[in-house]
Nanobody, 120 residues
Framework: QVQFAESGGGLVQAGGSLRLSCTAS????????MGWFRQAPGKEREFVAA????????SYAASVKGRFTISRDSAKNTVYLPMNSLKPEDTAVYSC?????????????WGQGTQVTVSS
């Protein structure tokens, strides 16, 4: 089993910034990628960003590209998501996830999430 410790969420005004962090523990040896997803009230969970174990393969949702930057510290099994120029539509619970297979990655394990609220 894998466990996640997510942090960094909060309330911020539109145009502001937040930095999310997620540390995985437990079944981490065979991780191939880590990612961030988000779920707004009444909506489906959606992909935000992902990064491969060695950091060479990075992808973003179109809605966050250029504003969010994913990075990782593999030695600490930690992934970061600095978020800039936040918009009210970024409001959601942001959850960390891991993949154990090759690209294209399949994410099947989720953290509890951290709430991000952007006021207009």
């Amino acid at each position: 089993q894998v466990q996640f410790a997510e942090s960094g969420g909060g309330l911020v005004q539109a145009g502001g910034s937040l930095r999310l962090s997620c540390t995985a523990s437990g079944r981490t040896f065979s991780m191939t990628a880590m990612g961030w997803f988000r779920q707004a009230p009444g909506k489906e969970r959606e992909f935000v960003a992902a990064i491969s174990r060695r950091g060479g393969n990075i992808s973003y949702a179109a809605s966050v590209k250029g504003r969010f930057t994913i990075s990782r510290d593999s030695a600490k099994n930690t992934v970061y998501l600095p978020m800039n120029s936040l918009k009210p539509e970024d409001t959601a619970v942001y959850s960390c996830s891991v993949s154990y297979g090759p690209a294209p990655y399949s994410f099947d394990y989720w953290g509890q999430g951290t709430q991000v609220t952007v006021s207009s």
